[in-house]
């Protein structure tokens, strides 16, 4: 392709802040067409990009009351103004709809390189509408994009579709996102996959995306990211860079990946065990970082610039899934698929993570879904005669693998499954709702909230439901300080003195990088934000400093909220499962622990600005965003 001229060097070209394209692109699959509109600068000047802009879209565009899988709701990916830059972990964009397996706002966000080729090929992002009247993919290349026909492509799983596209448009270094079998038969914890295992992986927008006909997104690009101060950022990519080499976490990033979490978490009590009934798992040796980097690793993976690496590359050699070769599974599904599940067999876990990204489902909720399934089993609420002949033991890791494929296909006993913890046990019922483990209808990753008190708060409050990438407070517990905003020392996890004040610091803050479209790895014990604000000042040229960071991220959060309110998210909304606050732990470092919220719940909403009555944010907050969030009382 012949590389066109960077948009901050063309005279009236449509980039009037650095790190923009200044384009969205509009795709209406009723009708076939394809426009383009200019990006809203004063908006993104407010929010960034990234989920924060895309909630703002769907604040105006989708009613609260439409349903998620109508061609009403509108699929909406957005880079930010770090994405595409080369500066470590800008390599993020953020899927929003409202959610088809919670009912209220939705977000999924994914690296790789999917989401800088869209900045590359002239745009800010997507705005999907309607439902076409047969599959469509779009593509997208150097600032044109257009449907095309896709029923070749329709009932190919991920892997298959990326590189069919590949040599069907001859460019094999083509990014595509798409949905594989999951999304083109609804299954609720559908996800979107990009670059052969990355994932917008939670609230299942892949099913939006298939209610909609759209199989692919094939993008292409040779335009350049304008930079407004190039020196300056010279200088703040080359701190990046040299943070990174000097932190001892970034290191253990590169060297066993996010997995190398399993074993110790599990020693310091914050791994999911036994859909959440026990403190401790032996096994967690077994699938831990440093026995994959022993046994099933092939070698690191990085996004787009990023010389973190922390993705696996694996190939399996021996055994029942011998020949397994691909995107090795991160810390939330060896989790989530092991340990969960009381499961120690690694080389399952690769086998299931690879389904599910061939299929295209949530890790998390699909192995939180098969752990509540196990719970039903062990106490004889369903039987062989409801699994289709199913084992389901704990630990039984060919039953895992079996139903990952299941949900994956919506067939059988995976068909109920695939709804999500919430339905499902309303299907099976007899109590079972009691121990399906879930916030708003999303089911909870794996981070025990009675070992850090502040992740069930977190989780409580997450707009998407339970989330642990929207409020990494637990970071501050674990000992990784942030003196530039006041913490100094550690806190202790098992308290829930400052926590409150923490989750509300942190929840602002990975807003508003998943806003500007930044991972959390290159920043959280890493670098620091007064870095993110001097980049942020060197891509855009607009004044910035981490107190303003701070201020896009409350405002970006609030937002949401208010989205959720119009959804019917009210005060009772904002809990936790009773396995958490009632049950303590019967073993392991967090013996004897529940996580007290309500406490933490009533100081929370008042640092917000909330009503304490219905959740939602009182007139002066909404004052004071500056944001027109009409319907709001």
Known sequence: MKELQSPEILLGGLALIGGYMGSLLRVDLSKERVDTEPLDFEIAKKLFGGSAYGAWLLYKEVPASVDPLSPENHLIIMTGPFTGTFVPGGTRASAVAKSPLTGIFGEASSAGFFPSELKFAGFDGIVVEGRASSPLYLKIFNGRAEVLDASHLWGLDTFETMERLRIELGDPHLRVACIGPAGERLVKLAAIINDDGRAFGRTGLGAVMGSKGLKAIAVRGRMRVPIANKAAFGECLKAFRDGIAKAPRAQSFRQYGTAGGVEVFEHIGNLPIKNWRKGSFPGASKITGSTMAKTILKAPWACL??????????????????????????????????????????????????????????????????????????????DTSDTGGIDLEWGNHEAIVRLTELIGRREGFGEILGKGVFEASRHIGKGSEAFAIHVKGLEVPAHEPRRFKSMGLAYATSNRGACHMQGLANCIERGLLMPEYGLNEALDGFTIERKPEVVILYQNLCSALDALCLCKFPVFGVTSFELVAKAYEAITGLPMDKEGILEAGDKAWNLKRAYNFLCGIRTKDDSLPDRFTKEPLPDGFAKGQVCELEPMLKRYYELRGWNPDNGSPNKAKISDLGLDLSGIP
Not at 305 to 326: D, F, Q, S
Not at 356 to 374: E, K, L, P, Q
């Open 305 to 382: 610039g990023c010389p973190i690496a922390c993705g696996r590359e694996i190939e399996v050699k021996e055994g029942p899934y011998k020949g397994l070769k691909g995107p090795g599974p991160e810390y939330e599904t060896i989790a989530m698929l092991g340990s969960m599940c009381m499961n120690e067999n690694l080389e399952s876990i690769a086998k299931a993570n690879d389904l599910c990204n061939r299929y295209g489902i949530d890790t998390i909720s699909t192995g939180a879904v098969i752990a509540f399934a196990m719970e039903c089993y062990e106490r004889g609420l369903i």
